[in-house]
């Protein structure tokens, strides 16, 4: 991998490299309290761009799938069907995108284009897709409450599938250089600026110390049992009153499903378009929602709340499937937990797993 | 580029990818009542190659039909690959099959398929078939029947048990009658209930009680060893005739079925039918007994 230093000054000139080759570029920013949401920079906003700052809580798989989407326009004219794909093809980069999220983006892509049909509408965005990865160095601004990507795997720093990752080498957002790290060759085509600077072996070598400390700074948490969780589930050995507490803790809302960057399950929707015939639209669709397996005709197969909430977590700790898709449908970004009212969330589930079935085996 | 992008990316090479999601526009022939809200749909995809292509499709595959400004839906294919034209028999319960339902000879609507694993056919060569089928159970099992018999030398013997509600309920009936005077092809038809419903009054001579009933008729011989059961209808009959099955001697994973589920995409990305580790649209429809049993759900 190539490495470069870039100062924390002219950081914010990559959004513009980035501009200046007709990418839209998204970035987090800050709003009011602690609240930070992606959107697409402009000549307003570009000088509010900031290095660390919370991670939104509404996950950036959005550019890659969006929550609504048109597939198809269809046309009645003359008694002829018309029928036409929709694609967007916009370029688009993603500045200050966090490690967990790069693994969200990678399991999207194993899920949409790694199996035995891919789906193209993924395809066009993903193909699009530069990503700026930030990594979490900044303890009171990256880090959360409810990070948990050590016990994933996935951060603090991702090893892998950004185009281009900076690395603050400074101490809590002072000093005054940055390591940039190509992940690609479209990453690499950047050097070519007078903005990145050559790195030095030190460069490496403070770089290994920073991130040794942040891995201490995380909040302690019981979820480093995901690999005994997984291991349960995969079995089959999670006891019925397991799934039924967290059954009964769920209030199906579906928020833990809408906020997850790993989550990929959708609708389809036709819609009237006045003078234009009928547009068809994919919509995020959550399996916590009783109606997400009804049938034509009523029929349920899946009817108790404990089932839909088993599905969910089934779906992203057995071993199958990690399998299937070569990385796991989890990347430890909290936001499950954030969202949740009933304290399912995803930490909280793997440590119910891992105590109830210790102590059913201690029986 | 990640490895995912980059399978694709050689993959793309050789030619353009395809859109799964996009169906093509169909027209429909002719309409034929069946039973009681259930009609046989005559059609014919308007590209001629599109139709080359998709008759090919395998017994107990599925296909998505189209009914633009109210959805799209998941079917059978009650044809077999072996006869010329392809149909759908489809009950109307919710607002897509009404849809359908309303169609006239000559309206379009669109169709993308065919999906699913569908029977092994190949792998039965040799074997005894034995088809049971409930009510419109029968729908998903006609294209597996019809096929075996167009390659008659290549199956042992073959038998069909069919049961429905009431005499105007039995599916297919000309195919039935059919299927009875065909020599070495046993068919075995049977009501719950006898009433004198049919269209022409005619009286019920035949069999009284479930399916299972049949397996018991005397003169019924039910081959066991080197045999295959297909199994088709509704929960509570499939529930009961899997017990008879396994009585008798059955493997379970000489029984198969196939299954129904909600679907969006019938592609492995929408969700909706995955139960266990299994998805319904690419990993079945088709599954054994053995494979339902371990899934955890309702069936």
């Known amino acids: 991998m190539k490495a470069r230093i870039v100062s924390r000054e002219d950081a914010p000139k990559i959004v513009d490299l980035l501009r200046e080759r007709g990418y839209e570029v998204i970035a987090p920013f800050g709003g009011r309290g602690r609240d930070t949401f992606f959107e697409p920079v402009t000549d307003e906003n570009r000088g509010r761009i900031q290095i660390h700052l919370p991670n939104p809580d509404y996950p950036p798989k959005r550019y890659v799938f969006p929550p609504m989407e048109r597939l198809l326009k269809v046309e009645r004219r003359d008694g002829e069907l018309r029928i036409e794909p929709t694609y967007d093809e916009k370029k688009r980069a993603i500045f200050g995108i966090r490690s967990c999220d790069v693994a969200g983006i990678y399991h999207l892509d194993r899920f949409y284009l790694g199996r035995e049909f891919a789906d193209i509408y993924y395809e066009k965005h993903r193909r699009n897709l530069f990503l700026v990865n930030v990594a979490c160095t900044d303890a009171e601004m990256d880090i959360g409450e409810n990070c948990f990507c050590m016990c994933t795997d996935t951060g603090p720093a991702a090893r892998e599938h950004f185009d281009l990752q900076l690395f603050d080498l400074g101490v809590d957002g002072r000093g005054g250089e940055l390591m940039a790290v190509a992940g690609t060759e479209a990453g690499e085509a950047l050097f070519t600026s007078a903005i990145f600077k050559k790195a030095a072996r030190a460069h490496l070598e403070r770089r290994r110390v920073i991130l040794e400390e942040v891995r201490k700074r995380f909040k302690p948490t019981t979820t480093s049992w995901f690999s005994a969780a997984i291991q349960a589930v995969s079995r089959g050995e999670i006891p019925d009153e397991t799934w039924d507490e967290i059954g009964n803790r769920c209030l199906e809302c579906g928020g833990c499903t809408y906020v997850c960057p790993a989550c990929t399950c959708f609708t389809v929707t036709d819609r009237a378009v006045e003078g234009e015939g009928v547009e068809r639209l994919r919509v995020w669709d959550s399996c916590a929602l009783s109606g997400f397996t009804r049938m034509a005709g009523g029929f349920n197969p899946r009817r108790a709340v404990h089932d839909r909430r088993n599905r969910r977590f089934f779906r992203k700790l057995a071993h199958y499937f990690i399998e299937r898709e070569l990385s796991m449908a989890c990347v430890g970004c909290g936001r499950c937990v954030a969202v949740c009212h009933g304290d399912v969330g995803m930490p909280s589930v793997v440590e119910m797993i891992r105590r109830q079935t210790a102590q059913r085996k201690e029986v | ?299």
């Open chain 2, 1 to 299: 580029m990640n490895p995912a992008l980059a399978e694709r990316e050689t993959a793309g090479a050789a030619g353009v990818m395809e859109n799964v999601y996009l169906p093509k526009a169909a027209v429909l022939d002719r309409v034929v009542d069946e039973i009681h809200e259930v009609k046989t749909f005559y059609w014919h995809f308007e590209d001629a190659a599109e139709q080359a292509a998709f008759r090919r499709f395998r017994p107990g595959q599925f296909a998505q039909v189209s009914l633009f400004g109210v959805g799209e839906f998941p079917t059978s294919l009650p044809p077999s690959p072996t006869e010329e034209e392809t149909f759908f028999t489809v009950r109307q319960v919710g607002s897509c099959t009404a849809a359908l339902h309303g169609l006239k000879a000559g309206d379009k609507f669109a169709v993308r398929g065919p999906y699913g694993n569908g029977f092994p056919m190949e792998e039965y060569r040799g074997k005894n078939l034995v088809f049971v089928a409930g009510g419109i159970g029968l729908i998903p099992l006609r294209s597996a029947i019809v096929y075996a018999m167009a390659k008659r030398g290549e199956y042992g013997r073959i038998q069909i048990f069919h049961g429905a509600k009431t005499p105007s309920e039995l599916m297919y009936v000309p195919n039935l009658r059919e299927w009875e005077r065909t020599p070495g092809v046993e068919c075995h038809l049977t009501v719950d209930r006898a009433s004198r419903d049919r269209a022409g009054g005619e009286e019920w001579t035949g069999n009284v009680g479930v399916v299972g009933s049949l397996f018991k008729k005397p003169g019924v011989t039910v081959p066991v060893e080197n045999t295959i059961a297909f199994v088709c209808g509704p929960p509570i009959m499939f529930r009961f005739v899997i017990k008879d099955l396994l009585g008798m001697g059955f493997e379970e994973r000489n029984i198969v079925s196939t299954l129904e589920r909600y679907m969006k995409c019938g592609v492995g990305k929408c969700g909706h039918c995955c139960i266990g580790v299994a998805y319904v649209c690419v990993d079945g429809p088709v599954f054994t007994y053995e494979q339902i049993k371990n899934l955890g759900e309702d069936i």
